[in-house]
């Protein structure tokens, strides 16, 4: 971690630390499913998106040690069929970035934590640039795509189970209606192609819920909203809590407990203001 990386990572911390009274306090008491989503692990970027692999695999021996951790597909048929007795954790990764199976899935594996990779396919293919932000890339490792190898070994096991994130990785407000249902249908179409996999998962990429009649009629349920713990998906729109390296265990455990992602805004109207 460069010097900073360092100076800003704890700038954040103190901001969560700050945040910690008023973010625990309105917590829903109803059991329900917390979602976790994580895109890279180890890429050495420095940044808040990629956690070094020793904070992933300490936040990873929690959950398998105190959390009820369940697939994905399982905890939302739970949820909606209403027989959630306590809280679980599904532990999701988006953009189908290489370190899912490099670093990530080693520990997933040791731990028998199961887990959902939400796959761009055109990233996969190689038609649609890797998935991020101007100037996210800029240090660590070069932002490289699963390949279809990858992903079927990590699926053929049953714990890794797979969802679509679109094809170009483009904002669904940003898209029309014709041009979301292509997003919608070839993306699936690939995953059963390549993959053998019909998928009722979708995630929207980088949250931005549009078109959700459009996703609907091919997806069952479809990620998205920033939220705390879902206790029903009466709309098939699910919340995921985002997992930041400036969490490391400590708020990563407070996120567990309840705690709203008060930061999480505060970092948006940052951005927005950003000349």
């Not at 010097?3 to 309105?26: D, E, I, R």
């Not at 940044?47 to 936040?59: I, K, S």
């Not at 990873?60 to 399982?74: I, P, Q, Y």
């Not at 532990?91 to 970035?97: E, I, M």
């Amino acid at each position: 971690m460069n010097a900073g990386h360092g100076v800003v990572s704890l700038a954040k911390k103190g901001l969560k630390l700050a945040l910690l009274p008023s973010a625990m306090t309105g917590r829903e008491a109803r059991p329900g499913l917390f979602v976790l989503i994580y895109h890279r692990v180890g890429a050495g970027q420095g940044r808040e998106m990629d956690l070094p692999v020793r904070t992933f695999a300490a936040q990873m021996r929690g959950l398998h040690a105190h959390a009820d951790v369940v697939r994905l597909s399982d905890g939302l048929a739970s949820l909606t069929a209403g027989s959630l007795v306590r809280d679980a954790v599904a532990v999701t990764f988006d953009d189908g970035y290489r370190e899912v199976y490099t670093n990530a899935w080693p520990v997933l594996r040791d731990l028998d934590i199961p887990a959902t990779v939400f796959l761009p396919t055109g990233f996969m293919e190689g038609s649609s640039p890797a998935p991020v932000r101007p100037g996210a890339a800029d240090r660590g490792a070069e932002p490289r795509a699963l390949d279809w190898t990858q992903v079927g070994e990590m699926a053929a096991t049953g714990s890794m189970d797979l969802g679509s994130h679109s094809v170009t990785h483009r904002e669904f407000d940003t898209l029309s209606r014709d041009e979301a249902e292509d997003e919608a249908a070839r993306s699936k179409e690939m995953l059963i192609r390549r993959t053998g996999v019909r998928t009722e998962l979708f995630a929207y990429p980088r949250a931005k819920v549009a078109h959700h009649d459009v996703v609907g009629a091919h997806y069952r349920y479809a990620v998205a909203a920033d939220g705390v713990k879902n206790v029903d998906v009466a709309d098939g729109l699910v919340g995921r809590t985002p997992v930041r390296a400036s969490d490391g265990v400590f708020f990563f455990t407070r996120k567990l407990q309840g705690m709203r992602p008060l930061e999480d805004r505060v970092y948006r109207r940052l951005r927005r203001s950003a000349p």
